[in-house]
Every structure is written in C-alpha cells, then in structure tokens.
Nanobody, 121 residues
Framework: QRRLVESGGGSVQAGGSLNLTCRTSYTVRYFCMGWFRQAPGKEREGVATINDNGQITYADSVKGRFTVSKDNVADTLNLEMNNLKPDDTATYYC????????????????WGQGTQVTVSS
C-alpha cells in the first residue's frame, strides 16, 4: 500500500521559516504531487503543485515565499516556507494527483495524515 508521510511542521514566529517533507513510496518523478493546507473552520486549499514535467503552480497567497520541489533520488516532496505569516497556520497535507495537476482537491486522490504548522504574531 502506497503511503505519504509528512514531517517538518512546528511552531514559529511570524517571519520565520519551516521546511516540510513528504516521504512516499511513489516514484515522485512520474506523478503530479502537491501540498494543501486546512485551517480550523476553513476548507482545504491548494498551496503548491508540481507535475511530472516539473511544472509548478502556487497559490497567490504563498508566491514568493514558498518553494515546492521533488527529490527524485529520495522520492520526497518538499515545501520550503519562508517569511511565514499567522495566516499560514494550518495542517499541511501532501497529496498525489493527476489530470491538470492544478491545486484543486478534486485533482488529488491520495493523501497523507498531515503536519501542523503554527505561526504566532
């Protein structure tokens, strides 16, 4: 059974940085993969996706601050988060998808358990 396991979450002050890692049994280079997040009381939203050709899409709210990447040797999906803001507080999920690979939930069918990110002001 293929798995996605996120790590790297934590608590930081505004302006700080965190690096999230998604370890997977997938051969990541062949798949559309993405990061999503869900804050309490809000719907899950797409953060960043990267398809099998390396094309990347970011949510407007994270452009210039977050960087998504694949490590094709370790088979991980990574999310470097800089200049974090309190609005970035959420549970972050790694997912595998297909189709257009745009950061919409309906394009993704396999999900990790999530890792918590908390940003204080």
């Amino acid at each position: 059974q293929r798995r996605l396991v996120e790590s790297g979450g934590g608590s930081v002050q505004a302006g700080g940085s965190l690096n999230l890692t998604c370890r997977t049994s997938y051969t990541v280079r062949y798949f559309c993969m993405g990061w999503f997040r869900q804050a309490p009381g809000k719907e899950r939203e797409g953060v960043a996706t990267i398809n099998d050709n390396g094309q990347i899409t970011y949510a407007d709210s994270v452009k210039g601050r977050f960087t998504v990447s694949k490590d094709n040797v370790a088979d991980t999906l990574n999310l470097e988060m800089n200049n974090l803001k309190p609005d970035d507080t959420a549970t972050y999920y790694c997912a595998v998808g297909g189709g257009s690979c745009r950061p919409l939930q309906q394009n993704f069918g396999t999900w990790g358990q999530g890792t918590q990110v908390t940003v204080s002001s």
